[in-house]
């Protein structure tokens, strides 16, 4: 079986689903390469995964938006976790730039997992139910 009959067999939704995971797989990838093999002392990977990786997290499940509200959302979205991670480190006397890229890599890839795993269940829910009529919602003579 060529790899075009295989494509044309798996539905839109389940290839999206594995694409978007496989994306948030590359992306905590990508923290931990930044975190540990670099440690922390290259400025523009480090500044790329804390910028790129929150944003991709919220861009990516939500494909169904408008691109102008998924950039605002992705634009929030990376300035308040960076802000909100570098604080609490602060705050607890445990700023490190190596753990500050594995957290905030952490917790975005939990979100985007988790909403793109809600979006995949909420749109297989929406295919499985009918149309329903309320028979007490009609006003009759």
């Given at each position: 079986?060529?790899?075009?009959?295989?494509?044309?067999?798996?539905?839109?939704?389940?290839?999206?689903?594995?694409?978007?995971?496989?994306?948030?797989?590359?992306?905590?990838?990508a923290g931990w390469?930044?975190?540990?093999?670099?440690?922390g002392r290259e400025p523009l990977p480090v500044a790329a995964v804390l910028l790129l990786v929150p944003a991709l997290a919220v861009a990516v499940p939500t494909?169904?938006?408008?691109?102008v509200a998924r950039a605002v959302i992705a634009v929030g979205w990376t300035l308040a976790l960076d802000t909100v991670v570098a604080q609490?480190?602060?705050?607890?006397?445990?700023?490190?730039?190596?753990?500050?890229?594995?957290?905030v890599t952490g917790i975005s890839v939990a979100v985007w997992v988790g909403v793109e795993l809600a979006t995949a269940r909420s749109e297989r829910a929406a295919a499985g139910r009918t149309p329903r009529t309320d028979a007490s919602a009609e006003v009759g003579p």
């Open positions: 079986m060529t790899a075009a009959a295989l494509l044309r067999r798996v539905p839109v939704r389940t290839a999206r689903l594995g694409a978007s995971l496989a994306g948030a797989a590359l992306a905590l990838l390469w930044a975190a540990v093999v670099l440690d494909h169904r938006l408008e691109p609490v480190m602060l705050s607890l006397g445990a700023w490190d730039v190596r753990l500050g890229v594995l957290v």
